[in-house]
């Protein structure tokens, strides 16, 4: 049996190419960049050209870029980060209620163990921001607001840039989890988002699992989460994982300029999927079908549980995954669901497509729903 894989948004395989950019640092090039001896100064060398290459890519200065070990630690410490250093200007940040959980679980840790203020901002039930909110929640003593680009789960795409621009005009730090933005859709100038900080992760464009960055704009200084070394400016102590970050520049530079997910081969696939799903009764589309993520699709199955129809598509040799929990035996509604105002119990399946994903691939999970359906 053929393995469909219908599960990009978690992460994509390695491509060749990016692999081959590391392969140099997994045997010959093994030197610590901070030691001063020749090996040493060539695995700086290799890092020093790395940053440079994402900077150029990404229109910015290299040293506005500090690697991080993905897309988790990038959240973290642009929202630990900033929160602490500019603590003394504020207590309070923004959010919204549908924010990967490296972003909630950051901001609740600041309310409940160093006396922080969250404000969650709503959604409507396309699972959209509004501007308005955000313009209304901004306070004197708001120090920081942090919103994603693209949602995860459901594909819905923020209006990004003008959640940025009102946090400029208000004089407030903007951060935007962009780590599913970057790939797929159009990228030039990573000031495109307004915003002081933004995360990128390499696994979700066909580059190495292990590796991200934080882009922070000069010259806004942080507050380092991690303890140690001078390594990335001071700002993320530890040695460089360099193999993983030759793969991460080699993978900016070829997939985000030009998304690696190419809008014209998936939409028309995505659009079928979606005229598919709307043709069977007891399935509910999931997120904006205007604003999406061209490569995802997420649905409900009512009163179905999410376990049995990911395991059921396993079977059938079709690889989804779902938005909700599994907790003590007992799947727990997904946290962006409900904010979208979701609440009836049923299956959550989102598939997201990739660079390789063919005609055939989504035939062959339409005859494979309707009979796990059926089974279930």
């Known amino acids: 049996m053929n393995t469909i894989y219908f599960d990009h948004n978690a992460t994509t395989p390695l491509d060749a190419r990016v692999r081959a950019a590391m392969e140099p640092c997994l045997g010959e090039v093994f030197g610590n960049p901070s030691s001063v001896h020749r090996l040493g100064q060539r695995a700086r060398a290799l890092l020093d050209d790395a940053r440079e290459r994402v900077a150029r890519t990404l229109q910015c200065k290299p040293a506005e870029i500090v690697f991080t070990s993905g897309g988790t630690e990038s959240d973290n410490l642009a929202i630990f980060g900033l929160a602490r250093h500019y603590q003394t200007r504020g207590r309070h940040i923004i959010t919204s209620s549908i924010e990967h959980h490296a972003v909630l679980h950051a901001c609740e840790y600041l309310r409940r163990r160093e006396g922080f203020e969250v404000t969650q901002l709503p959604v409507d039930g396309a699972g959209m921001i509004s501007p308005r909110d955000l313009e209304m929640a901004i306070r004197p003593d708001t120090i920081l607001v942090t919103l994603m680009a693209a949602n995860n789960e459901v594909g819905t795409v923020q209006p990004v840039a ?61 507050d380092s989460v991690l303890l140690g070394g001078g390594q990335e400016n001071e700002r993320r102590a530890g ?39 709307d043709s069977l009764p007891p399935v509910r589309f999931c997120g904006s079908r205007a604003h999406r993520l061209v490569n995802t699709i997420a649905f409900t199955v009512p009163g179905a549980d999410s376990l049995a129809v990911l395991a059921g598509l396993d079977l059938e040799g079709i690889c989804v995954s779902s938005g909700s929990a599994c907790t003590a035996g007992s799947i727990q509604p997904s946290h962006v669901l409900s904010a979208m105002g979701i ?8 598939i997201s497509l990739g660079r390789d994903s063919t005609r055939a691939d989504v035939e062959a999970f339409e005859r494979s729903l309707p009979r796990v359906l059926a089974r279930l």
Not at 191 to 211: D, E, M, R, T, W
Not at 248 to 266: G, K, M, N, Q, S
């Open 162 to 222: 003008e959640l940025g621009a009102i946090c400029r005009e208000k004089g407030v730090f903007f951060h935007t989890d962009a780590v599913q933005w970057f790939g797929k859709e159009p990228s030039g100038s990573i000031q495109q988002f307004n915003a002081q900080l933004v995360s990128l992760c390499g696994h979700k464009i066909y580059g190495p699992k292990g590796c991200g960055l934080l882009y922070l704009q000069a010259p806004l200084p942080i």
């Open 239 to 277: 040695t460089e994982n360099l193999a993983n970050i030759l793969g991460l520049a080699d993978a900016v530079e070829r997939f985000i300029p030009r998304p690696v997910f190419d809008r014209e081969t998936l939409q028309p696939l995505t659009d079928r999927l979606l005229a598919f799903l």
């Open 343 to 350: 609440r009836e119990p049923g299956a959550m399946v989102r």
